[in-house]
């Protein structure tokens, strides 16, 4: 479905969103990678409550429009937040992975009256610098699959043999991804920032994460009252690729405790 979100200073920002399920909801955000990095994980999601999900295209991936006043990552943060707000979703679990996770802090950090709780799955965003995100933008597609996953020829692709449209659709991802997040992926500021988040939050790293290694879920966990740390065995940057039913079941238990607490 497509929803016209009306964002202050940018004007009606057209969002694809895919639908599924029913029960609780789950907002789920994707990464660089696309849409395509979550829309299988997010019927699994949906299956393992059950639970509703709902998956934005952030605008200006997979061909979608952006607007041109739309350019950062805290900008996509109010843009959801108006979206649950107009959907009328209430206690929403916001799970985002690598810049998904970057938005979902930056939703924590405003303490949303609409978002019960946030899981960030390898987020980008945090500045650690003593181990710092990798060169995102200066790797190549191969470079990028040895540094994302725990077993990378699994998922290696043959992107030469890709038809044009496809590289095409690649290549403006990447640039769109630049926009949003900038070269360096991260914010000085916001872990500071998250002192004041009241949500629960649970922190979830695929232990061979060479992308965002590992320090910044430590220092995500340490830097958010009582959130919790999870590290999942054999995945890299998108445990929901390679760990999905360890995942959608870490993440179903954390949101029904959430929600269980939130009533009480």
Known sequence: MIC????????TVPVSVEDVGDGPAFLLL?????????SGFAGLLAESGPSRVLTPTHPGFSGTVRPNGLDSIAGLA?????LVADLDLDSVTVVGNSIGGWIAAEMAASNNA????????????????????ADFFALTPDEVVNLSYFEPDRHRIDFAAMPDAQKALMAANRAV?????????????????????TVPVLVVWGVADRIIPLAHGRAYAAAIPNARLHIIEGAGHMPQLERPDELASVLTRFAAAANGASRA
């Open 78 to 82: 109010r843009l959801y937040a108006q």
């Open 4 to 11: 016209d979100v009306e964002l202050r200073g940018v004007g």
């Open 177 to 197: 991804l630049g926009t949003y997040a900038g070269t360096a992926m991260a914010d000085p500021s916001l872990l500071g920032r998250l002192s004041t988040v």
């Open 30 to 38: 994707h990464g660089g990678a696309g849409p395509q990095s979550v």
């Open 114 to 133: 609409h978002v019960g709780a946030v899981a960030l799955v390898g987020a980008a965003g945090a500045f650690v610098a003593d181990d710092p995100i």
